[in-house]
């Protein structure tokens, strides 16, 4: 199976959170301003150091245990031209685990699950720069460590021929196309894995 064909293809956020507010949420941040996942509280997870495409190295964990996408929901976000999170509805944080004081200012990556093959994400990218829309299935990482599936659209947002940043929709993907893309991910990451150190598992 040609994976383009199965996917398909069609700075910071303006308010940020103090640091204060976010410390009151539980939560941290590095150095680099990313947030720290903590560590979960069940017994069975696997931990990775992960390289982003910004150069910084977040420690994230992930487990077996999967929260299904309601039926009838829709998550919303908006972005800049670099993946800032800068708008995320009801759903979107509900479904992330993560309070909105948090996620905002932070990138996608926050959500990048590490069984998530680099290429999506590249082929993502280079589709969405060029002005076109560009959809496809996502595993997404939650802040305890489970995760969800999601089937996403990203619309780049152009007005008067100038890029403005990106939207996201996601909807709830079949439980054939979950099993289509796990299977097609798994083949991919263990070609990438031969390939890039961006993905170390510690446990």
Same mark, same amino acid.
């Given at each position: 199976?040609?994976?383009?064909? /199965?996917?398909? #293809?069609?700075?910071?956020? &303006?308010?940020?959170?103090?640091?204060?507010?976010? #410390?009151?949420?539980?939560?941290? &941040?590095?150095?680099?301003?990313?947030?720290? $996942?903590?560590? =979960?509280?069940?017994?069975?997870?696997?931990? /990775?150091?992960?390289?982003?495409?910004?150069?910084?190295?977040?420690?994230?964990?992930?487990?077996?245990?999967?929260?299904? !996408?309601?039926?009838?929901?829709?998550?919303?976000?908006?972005?800049?031209?670099?993946?800032?999170?800068?708008?995320?509805?009801?759903? /979107?944080?509900? $479904?992330?685990?993560?309070?909105?004081?948090?996620?905002?200012?932070?990138?996608?990556?926050?959500?990048?699950?590490?069984? $998530?093959?680099?290429?999506? !994400?590249?082929?993502?990218?280079?589709?969405? #720069?060029?002005?076109? &829309?560009?959809?496809?299935?996502?595993?997404?990482?939650? #802040?305890?460590?489970? /995760?969800?599936? @999601?089937?996403?659209? @990203?619309?780049?947002?152009?007005?008067?021929?100038? !890029?403005?940043?990106?939207?996201? @929709?996601?909807? &709830? =993907?079949?439980?054939?196309?979950?099993?289509?893309?796990?299977?097609?991910?798994?083949?991919?990451?263990?070609?990438?894995?031969?390939?890039?150190?961006?993905?170390?598992?510690?446990?």
């Amino acid at each position: 199976m040609n994976w383009l064909n /199965f996917l398909g #293809k069609s700075k910071k956020a &303006k308010s940020e959170p103090d640091n204060q507010q976010t #410390k009151q949420l539980g939560s941290l &941040k590095d150095a680099a301003g990313c947030l720290i $996942m903590p560590k =979960p509280k069940i017994a069975n997870y696997r931990e /990775f150091l992960i390289l982003g495409y910004d150069g910084n190295q977040r420690r994230i964990y992930a487990s077996d245990e999967e929260v299904m !996408f309601p039926d009838g929901c829709l998550i919303t976000s908006k972005t800049d031209l670099n993946g800032v999170i800068t708008h995320a509805n009801e759903s /979107f944080v509900t $479904m992330s685990g993560w309070q909105r004081q948090e996620i905002i200012s932070q990138t996608h990556n926050v959500l990048r699950h590490p069984d $998530m093959p680099s290429a999506v !994400f590249e082929e993502m990218w280079a589709t969405i #720069k060029k002005g076109e &829309k560009w959809h496809g299935y996502m595993k997404n990482l939650r #802040k305890d460590s489970s /995760f969800y599936w @999601v089937y996403a659209t @990203v619309i780049p947002n152009i007005r008067h021929d100038v !890029f403005m940043g990106y939207t996201s @929709v996601r909807r &709830k =993907p079949s439980r054939e196309k979950i099993i289509q893309a796990e299977q097609l991910y798994q083949t991919m990451l263990s070609e990438e894995k031969n390939q890039t150190d961006r993905l170390i598992r510690i446990n």
